[in-house]
């Protein structure tokens, strides 16, 4: 077993966390705006205006989600589990209202 | 805080209760310390080199195509494998914004998303620089 000859430091902060801490900053910048929160768990979809930021937890009061039961609450989101969003920005397309038809 | 106290208690009164048992003890003590920072640390990152980073802020205005990790996303009942095509119109260190942003679903290749969608980079499984997002592509 060989080492490689020019492997033989790491840098410190990795680049995944720069970008971890990076991904962190986009939600502290756009607390009180509203959001839409795209995730492969459970109930996938969130809407609704960001309160806080714990952490890297997102608090968003959530208005609308794919479960009515689940809508109207405070939700505490893993931002490192979120695969897409957006928050609303001044220029840009506001997030729909989805109404609940039922 | 209190935590940290207590150890310097314990070590001092470890000290204490035994005095000069030997050099070597006591220098493994100090180089401990050395090595202990009581605080996070902060770094500035601002000249640290992000390869990526610069390559996707170099494609502001270009299309691309964006795999996210997860096997499939679920948008109001509709499932779907997490593959994006869009024109990147802003870059930052944690994500890119894609706009107009179109989603690959089975039943609706064209499906362009009403806002712009933002993706963090550390999701991105793998892209695609100046894909034709008009490109139809088998998905199932």
């Given at each position: 077993m060989k080492k490689s000859s020019s492997f033989t430091e790491i840098s410190l902060p990795s680049i995944n966390d720069i970008h971890d801490e990076a991904l962190i900053n986009e939600f502290i910048t756009g607390i009180g705006r509203n959001i839409f929160i795209m995730t492969?768990?459970?109930?996938?979809i969130f809407i609704g205006r960001i309160v806080e930021v714990i952490g890297d937890n997102v608090v968003v009061n959530v208005k609308?989600?794919?479960?009515g039961e689940l809508e109207n609450r405070e939700w505490s989101i893993h931002?490192?589990?979120?695969e897409a969003f957006y928050i609303e920005q001044k220029g840009m397309p506001r997030i729909p209202e989805l109404n609940d038809d039922h | 805080m209190t935590n940290r106290n207590n150890e310097d208690k314990n070590r001092q009164s470890e000290e204490n209760q035994k005095?000069?048992?030997?050099v070597a003890n006591e220098d493994k003590h100090k180089s401990q310390e050395k090595n202990l920072f009581h605080d996070s640390l902060r770094i500035n990152?601002?000249?640290?080199?992000d390869e990526l980073y610069e390559q996707l802020l170099s494609q502001i205005g270009e299309s691309i195509l964006v795999v996210t990790e997860s096997d499939q996303l679920n948008l109001f009942g509709q499932t779907f494998r997490p593959i994006f095509c869009g024109t990147i119109i802003n870059v930052s260190q944690g994500d890119i914004t894609l706009f107009p942003a179109n989603i690959k679903m089975i039943?609706?290749?064209?499906?362009?998303?009403?806002t712009p969608l933002n993706i963090p980079l550390e999701k991105i499984a793998h892209f695609s620089l100046n894909?034709?997002?008009?490109q139809r592509i088998p998905l199932s």
């Open positions: 492969p768990s459970f109930p996938f609308v989600t794919t479960i931002i490192h589990q979120i | 005095p000069k048992n030997g990152i601002e000249n640290i080199e039943n609706a290749p064209f499906f362009q998303f009403p894909f034709d997002c008009n």
